[in-house]
């Protein structure tokens, strides 16, 4: 028996075999590891930003800083590294606690002051992308041993695949955050914040050390996102990730997460982010097709994914309602 | 028996929200091993009590002691972790966890740091099955029906529950052999020696259960008593005023015998609440609906205005069949209603008085006719000064204004439209002892011009000073109809209490 919890997984999971199918069926070479392993390559910087804001999602929030914050560490790091002659580690160990901090004061203001998500992390992505722009308006070349011997850092699948550092900290990141989501009583406080933050109050939840975590945790990803975006451009560029949030946010969509909050998979995402990547690889390998075409594409998709949510939550709306008539 | 120790006190405890006393100065005393019923009248405090109580509220002023130390709880949390839980009015879970997640909430069985589903679902089984309940713990919670929920809610409060147990109506939607199992747990856990506090408006199952029983009252304690020593009608008495028993009637505004019937119900019920309601209303009359919570009166107002529909019988007004579908009909035929819940139902927090005053009247002119705001500007001061509503200016934001002066301001609003029939459910609910004066001799005066009201009043002393007669709900049907010599406050009583 499939639970309606799981619908729009099976439907984005079908239709991302679907199109891979489609593909192989049209073009040679499509239906093979090496375009399954550059999927995740590619989209190793997406991947990861779009964990945290699965996260931010399910808890009824929302994160509009991550593509700057993206923008800010790859700038940050590549200053570092090239300008300061900082060692690439030592740089990332200063880059993430700042990141942390930035993800907290997010927090922290939407706690305490009862703010919209929405429009603080709005302030935070003006913050930080225009922190990156001030710190260097040029892209600005990374050339280090470091970067070099991760770039080879890898092993080749069955069939010619690469699976690289990008991906295996993709995977890490992603085992991780299933646990944590899964596995952990914060994961529970997530889906409790989103399912009702003031019944979860009254349950006891921390809703403060919870909520600044999850901005926190997101901000970090983020920022962990912009390092391995440097590690795919060996550069460091303000203008990086621009509209990336919204590429998560699509993807967090797709994949089946409410954006109401309260319900979703991070698996989900990772469908989404893959159904993302395979419809541009299809466009790409047709030739023919103008690259717009997949923003086209997942306009369309997203349309009918916010409408399927609309009829499944109408669903639980009647369940809900029931109980609020409930007074004499 | 043992002497009972004292779990937890409270002393002189006030709690007051801008321009109302929620809580003034109410103690309470809760022994081991014993079933405490917290009762008085809707609004009366009992639910802000437990909030204070169990952290979910600060308390202004006053003390508390749990386990005889000085303490006051910063979160629910915080008192979930001392011993007391809590199950609120309204089912307060997370319909999108499922069924164990919800029991277990922030309790759950982990090793490593991990949770251990399997064996949390074991536990949330065994659990649910003294409240014989066999069911899908994996699924989500709000796939089950609200009663489920609602057995849910009250053994999650007994799995967290050391010391004290806080149940807020629990039975407001539990059936009766739904309500002996709980009542059974409830024996089960306070022979443990559990401290169980039970709010209830159903006075049958406080006899059944309780040992002790604390009345509130306008945010004051009544008194306390044990529940052997005090008879129904006493009770009753506490709940809705003692002083009652000496007010004599007072002079109603006495309707001329010649007046004509504005309003008649003929028989009304509505599905699933009352049933087989006739009353009428003379033009002119103020009349009162009485009854405890519960009892029908909410219902037969929204009966008339529209708000429900009815299943059987016929509203007449003004000698014709009224076919109302929807409150805008009523509107139109001249009958306003002032809701009781005046923070959900009434005002619109972030508009101005001015605004909120011009709705209704702006909504019969329709949108495309729009009055200009000079003269909404003349209205609205007319009315600030008629009604000495308390502001500064008309532009302020209604949310601000003491809860008397937001009723005001929605009696303005009605005003405006001049309506023939008034309906007020619970005009003075929760507002300061000035501006419920100020109200009162308002609706007679609006009598004396003419207007007919209809008005539920847990405050009998109040219905009797202003009402031609007062008719009695119970259980959701009328009881009887008092006027003239036989309408006093000890016969409404009485009148509520039988049966």
């Known amino acids: 028996m499939m639970s309606v919890r799981y619908l729009p997984l099976w439907i984005t999971a079908a239709l991302l075999c679907l199109m891979f199918g489609i593909g192989g069926w049209q073009f040679d070479g499509f239906a093979s590891l090496i375009v399954v392993s550059n999927l995740f390559s590619d989209n190793a910087f997406l991947l990861i930003v779009a964990l945290g804001m699965t996260l931010v999602i399910i808890s009824g929030g929302i994160d509009l800083s991550v593509g700057a914050v993206i923008a800010l560490s790859g700038v940050a790091a590549s200053l570092l590294i090239s300008q300061y002659q900082w060692h690439p580690l030592l740089a990332f160990a200063l880059i993430l606690p700042v990141a942390a901090l930035f993800g907290a004061l997010m927090g922290v203001l939407i706690h305490v002051y009862k ?17 990156a722009t001030t710190l260097s308006e040029e892209s600005v070349a990374i050339d280090h041993s470091f970067y070099d011997a991760i770039a080879e850092f890898g092993f080749v699948l069955p069939g010619g695949g690469w699976v690289g550092a990008s991906t295996m900290i993709f995977i890490v990141l992603l085992l991780l955050v299933i646990v944590l989501m899964h596995y952990s009583r914060f994961g529970t406080y997530v889906y409790a914040l989103g399912g009702n933050s003031q019944s979860a109050e009254l349950m006891g939840v921390p809703v403060a050390r919870t909520t600044i975590a999850i901005y926190v945790l997101s901000s970090v990803l983020a920022a962990l996102a912009g390092i391995v975006f440097t590690f795919y451009t060996f550069s460091g560029y303000a203008l990086a990730g621009v509209g990336m949030e919204l590429d998560a946010i699509a993807a967090v969509v797709i994949g089946g997460t409410l954006l109401t909050g309260g319900s979703g998979f991070v698996i989900g995402t990772v469908l989404g982010v893959l159904l993302m990547g395979v419809i541009q690889t ?43 008539t409930a007074h004499g | 028996m043992t002497t009972p120790s004292l779990v937890l006190e409270l002393k002189q405890v006030c709690k007051h929200f801008p321009g109302v006393k929620a809580l003034q100065d109410v ?79 922030g309790h759950e069985p982990r090793r490593f740091g991990l949770i251990q589903h399997q064996k949390m679902q074991q536990q949330a089984q065994q659990l649910l099955l003294r409240f014989k309940l066999n069911i899908d713990v994996s699924a989500p919670l709000a796939q089950y029906s609200v009663a489920v929920q609602q057995l849910i809610a009250i053994a999650r409060g007994v799995a967290m529950s050391a010391k004290v147990l806080v149940l807020d109506e629990p039975t407001a939607s539990l059936d009766s052999s739904e309500v002996q199992m709980l009542f059974d747990v409830m024996r089960q856990l306070r022979d443990q020696g559990v401290a169980i506090v039970f709010i209830t408006h159903f006075l049958d199952q406080v006899y059944q259960i ?87 009166r909410t219902e037969v107002c929204r009966a008339v205005y529209g708000v429900d529909a009815l299943s059987q019988g016929e509203i007449q007004f003004g000698g014709r069949t009224l076919r109302l579908q929807q409150p805008a009909d009523a509107i139109k035929a001249g009958i306003a209603l002032c809701p009781e819940e005046r923070k959900t139902e009434g005002i619109i927090g972030p508009l101005s008085i001015r605004e909120n005053i011009m709705l209704a009247l702006q909504a019969r002119r329709g949108w495309w006719r729009y009055l200009p705001v000079k003269q909404q500007q003349q209205l609205a001061a007319f009315y600030i000064d008629k009604l000495h509503i308390a502001t500064p200016d008309a532009e302020k934001p209604i949310e601000q204004l003491s809860g008397g002066n937001q009723q005001k301001v929605i009696l303005a609003r009605w005003l405006a439209i001049n309506p023939q029939l008034l309906i007020l459910d619970e005009p003075t609910r929760g507002i300061d002892i000035g501006a419920h004066a100020e109200i009162l001799l308002l609706i007679k005066s609006l009598c004396q011009q003419g207007m007919s009201l209809l008005v539920t009043s847990s405050e009998l002393e109040e219905l009797v000073a202003f009402a031609g007669k007062v008719v009695v709900l119970r259980d959701r049907q009328k009881v009887t109809e008092l006027s003239g010599d036989t309408m006093t406050a000890p016969h409404i009583m009485q009148a509520i209490a039988e049966g």
Not at chain 2, 52 to 68: D, P, Q, R
Not at chain 2, 81 to 99: C, D, K, M, R
Not at chain 2, 267 to 283: C, D, E, M, P, Y
């Open chain 1, 282 to 324: 299809y466009i790409i390998f047709d030739g023919s097709l103008s690259s717009w075409w997949t923003k086209i594409v997942i306009g369309l998709l997203l349309f009918g994914f916010i409408l399927l949510q609309k009829l499944l939550s109408r669903r639980t709306a009647l369940t809900t309602a029931a109980r609020s």
């Open chain 2, 27 to 105: 103690d309470l005393r809760l022994f081991a091993g014993e079933v405490h019923a917290l009762l008085g009248e809707n609004g009366a405090g009992k639910s802000t009590l437990v909030k204070v109580m169990t952290g979910a509220l600060a308390k202004s002023s006053g003390e508390i002691y749990f386990n005889s130390q000085n303490c006051s709880f910063a979160s629910p949390a915080a008192a979930q972790q001392a011993g007391i839980s809590t199950v609120y009015q309204e089912v307060n879970l997370l319909p999108n966890l499922s069924v164990a997640q919800n029991l277990f909430l």
């Open chain 2, 210 to 296: 309780s040992d002790r029983i604390t009345v509130l009252r306008n945010g004051s304690k009544v008194g306390e008593y044990l529940a052997a020593d005090l008879p129904r009608a006493r009770l009753i008495e506490a709940m809705l005023g003692k002083e009652l028993q000496q007010l004599t009637h007072q002079a109603a505004t006495t309707t001329p015998a010649a007046a004509e019937l504005l309003l008649v119900l003929n028989n009304i019920a509505v599905k699933g609440s009352i049933s087989g309601i006739s009353l009428t209303v003379a033009q002119g009359q103020a009349v009162g609906l009485a009854g405890l919570l519960g009892s029908g």
């Open chain 1, 115 to 131: 703010l919209q998500p929405f429009i603080v992390t709005l302030a935070g992505m003006f913050l930080a992308r225009g922190l």
